[in-house]
């Protein structure tokens, strides 16, 4: 089965910057939607990017993200080392929650791809705290 560990979670200054890891192994395909959520106390789970590990070189951009982390967070792939990084930058305490690592197999991400109701796998999270 597909497996996910996150890792790089820690305390941080606003403005600062983290870089968040996924393991990731069990894949049967080279085509899978990756993506991390968020969770702070009391809010509901939301999609944060998402990554689709193969696409055609001259496809679409493999990457999407959402409006409050655009142009601060990027997401991406070392296929060598089955890793999916989060690299998030300019750091709000907003951006304070435990992060969790999603996959869905043999999937595009697509339009729908900060639905949790779609990943099957999950990692059990690292927590990001933004404090001064």
């Known amino acids: 089965e597909v497996q996910l560990v996150e890792s790089g979670g820690g305390l941080v200054q606003p403005g600062g910057s983290l870089r968040l890891s996924c393991r990731t192994s069990g894949f049967t395909s080279v085509t899978n939607c990756v993506a991390w959520f968020r969770q702070a106390p009391g809010k509901e789970r939301e999609g944060v990017a998402g990554?689709?590990?193969?696409?055609?070189?001259?496809?679409?951009?493999?990457?999407t993200y959402a409006d409050s982390v655009k142009g601060r967070f990027t997401i991406s792939q070392d296929n060598a080392k089955n890793t999916i990084y989060l690299e998030m930058n300019s750091l709000k305490p907003d951006d304070t929650a435990m992060y969790y690592c999603a996959a869905e197999s043999l999937s595009y991400c697509g339009h729908d791809w900060y639905l949790t109701r779609r990943y099957d796998a999950w990692g059990r999270g690292t927590q990001v705290t933004v404090s001064a």
């Open positions: 990554y689709t590990t193969y696409t055609r070189p001259t496809g679409p951009d493999p990457a």
